[in-house]
């Protein structure tokens, strides 16, 4: 079992939903502050894909999807500096700090068999093999081993599921549901 990808990030962001439920928009970085006197900003990478943000593309900021188109990208230390063909100083792109950027989902590359992307998994069902209901993944943690499916179940209450082989036995996108193997001690 892979572990999923990051698009849009961990803070799973579904925004323009499509008549089908599934996001028309996956957050790709945080816009934090003006970079320079050119209108670059500095940007948080979001995704396992920083390769899709290039020149010419076409991308959304904030709540509103504000469309814009980049101008330029470079790698600043653990950042990336990017620059929109709308704005030629650091006043005019310093009003979209702390907002996300946003790429439409049809910009991501097909996964290869066995990886899914976050929002994918959101939302699933988790059963034991048994067939016992845990209740819908909610939030995928990352730790340093290997991420952790949050589950709520029915009464509110959360179980932590590790993302490894031995307990993630199949992810049925078609189904809607994640099958689980329980570990001795993983559920009360």
Do not use: C, W
Not at 22 to 47: D, N, Q, S, Y
Not at 145 to 162: C, K, T
Request: aromatic share 6%; charged share 25%.
């Amino acid at each position: 079992m892979t572990s999923p990808k990051r698009s849009p990030s961990q803070d799973i962001e579904k925004t323009g939903l499509s008549n089908s439920g599934e996001p028309v928009f996956l957050a790709v970085g945080k816009l934090r502050r003006p970079h320079g006197i050119h209108g670059e900003i500095k940007m948080t990478i979001l995704t396992d894909f920083p390769h899709i943000i290039k020149k010419g593309k076409e991308v959304f900021v904030g709540e509103r999807h504000l469309p814009l188109v980049i101008q330029r990208t470079r790698q600043h230390t653990d950042h990336m500096l990017i620059a929109f063909e709308e704005y030629s100083d650091r006043d005019e792109v310093g009003v979209h700090r702390n907002q996300i950027l946003y790429m439409p989902v049809e910009e991501f590359p097909a996964l290869s068999e066995g990886e899914y992307y976050i929002h994918d998994l959101i939302g699933l069902k988790v059963i034991s093999e048994q067939g016992q209901d845990l209740g819908v993944l909610i939030e995928i943690l990352e730790t340093g081993a290997n991420d952790v499916y949050l589950v709520q179940d029915r009464d509110g209450g959360e179980i932590l599921l590790p993302v490894i082989e031995e307990v993630v036995l199949k992810v049925d996108l078609e189904k809607g549901e994640i099958i689980v193997h329980l570990l001795p001690g993983l559920v009360d």
